[in-house]
């Protein structure tokens, strides 16, 4: 699985002009890819790192605070084209990204043990022309992969 994660101070995805999931205070928003071999130890592995990965405004001791630390929200949203190649051509291909059937219930994972977790989290629709919306504080953004 693989995660490009950013701080936020706002998130939101819209869906034919309906908001479906949002964020209105500094979190993270997470967008998540899967491959063909990924499972659900890999999804529970990838939601603890979400959970504690310490991306947040520093405490006043100045050490960097995680979404547990604060209990600050998380946005997450599917995106298959995190696993898209470019390296030949022109165009993408999409071969290592999982199938629908294969990828919405590892992304329903994440969110389910993110919750498990004691987190908020609001979500994207799987599957859905998205448009997301976000204010990146810093930029701050980092791949994470498992």
Known sequence: MRAVVQRVTEARVTVAGETVGAIEEPGLCVLIGVTHDDTPTKAAQLARKLWTLRLLAPDAAGVEQ?????????????????????????????????????????????????????????TGRFGADMRVALVNDGPFTVLVEV
Do not use: H
Request: glycine letters at 8%.
């Open 66 to 122: 995680s979404c547990s630390d604060i209990g600050a929200p998380l946005l997450v949203i599917s995106q298959f084209t995190l696993y898209g190649d470019a390296r030949k051509g022109r165009r993408p291909t999409w071969n290592a990204a999982a199938p629908g059937p294969v990828a919405e219930p590892l992304v329903d994972e994440v969110v389910a043990q993110l919750r498990a977790l004691g987190a908020k989290v609001e």
